[in-house]
């Protein structure tokens, strides 16, 4: 953590045929969660990962273990991704029916629950449900995958949620995820953010994913919360 702000490494760009030592360096650099990218093909296009890749993870980390649930009726996937090693459960408004029933079974089994806004929905969608939540995930891609550009409306809408969480005095913490640099990444904690996902920032070319989060810490070393 730098800075009170949390750093969620996205398996979604890692090299999967070293997956163990590439979770474990991230681990070493100081990563605070492993955010892992499960899509149905339905939800969104893409097929990635499921409950075998969470379970040998489960086996690879201590780290919590950050699930995105891109998936229709996730009601029917929270308890197996649970029963899998998941500590937080995100599921999408925009796919739960039931959103607030959700919550309550992933709380009765003492894990955290997420819940993900994609870019086109509105803060109000969660409002019932803030008093709730652990986190509330906003989306500055639209899911499917990384490499994407940071859509910047995810900015005032950060800023907006940060509003409403503090006004009610809540506990859920603010996940930016997508197109999150060392450039995004301090104008999102900026705004209020204090959890942000990376995929295609630690996972390149251009360094190890212990150097990558190096350059994503210094650049959250100096924000200033609610500039
Ligand atoms: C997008 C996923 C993100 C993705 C982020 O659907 O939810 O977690 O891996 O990738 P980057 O950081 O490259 O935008
Ligand atoms: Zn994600």
């Known amino acids: 953590m730098i800075n009170g702000i949390k750093l969620a490494p996205s398996i979604l760009s890692a090299d999967f045929s070293r997956l163990r030592e590439q979770i474990q360096e991230c681990e070493q650099a100081g990563a605070d969660y492993i955010h892992i990218d499960v899509m149905d093909g339905r939800f969104v296009p893409a097929i990635s990962v499921g409950l075998l890749v969470v379970e040998a993870i489960r086996r ?3 780290l919590v273990l950050d699930i995105h649930l891109m998936v229709v009726e996730p009601e029917k996937q929270a308890g197996p991704f649970m029963d ?6 995100n599921v999408h408004v925009e796919a739960a029916t039931h959103l607030h029933r959700i919550i309550q079974d ?5 894990k955290r629950a997420g819940v993900c806004l994609n870019p086109g929905t509105p803060v109000g969608a969660v409002e019932e449900v803030l008093p709730e939540v652990d986190q509330v995930m906003v989306m500055a891609v639209n899911p499917g995958a990384s490499g994407q550009r940071f859509i910047e409306s995810a900015l005032p809408k950060v800023a907006r949620l940060r509003r409403l969480i503090d006004e009610g ?9 997508g197109g999150v640099s060392p450039e995004t990444a301090p104008r999102c904690a900026a ?6 996902v990376a995929a295609s920032a630690i996972f390149n070319e251009r360094g190890t994913p212990g150097q990558n989060i190096e350059r994503l810490q210094e650049s959250l070393s100096g924000v200033r919360r609610g500039a």
């Open 60 to 62: 690879s980390t201590g």
């Open 84 to 89: 899998a090693g998941g500590d937080i459960i």
């Open 106 to 110: 992933v709380h009765q089994r003492e």
């Open 169 to 177: 005095g809540f506990r859920a913490e603010i996940e930016v995820d």
């Open 191 to 196: 705004a209020g953010a204090n959890v942000v």
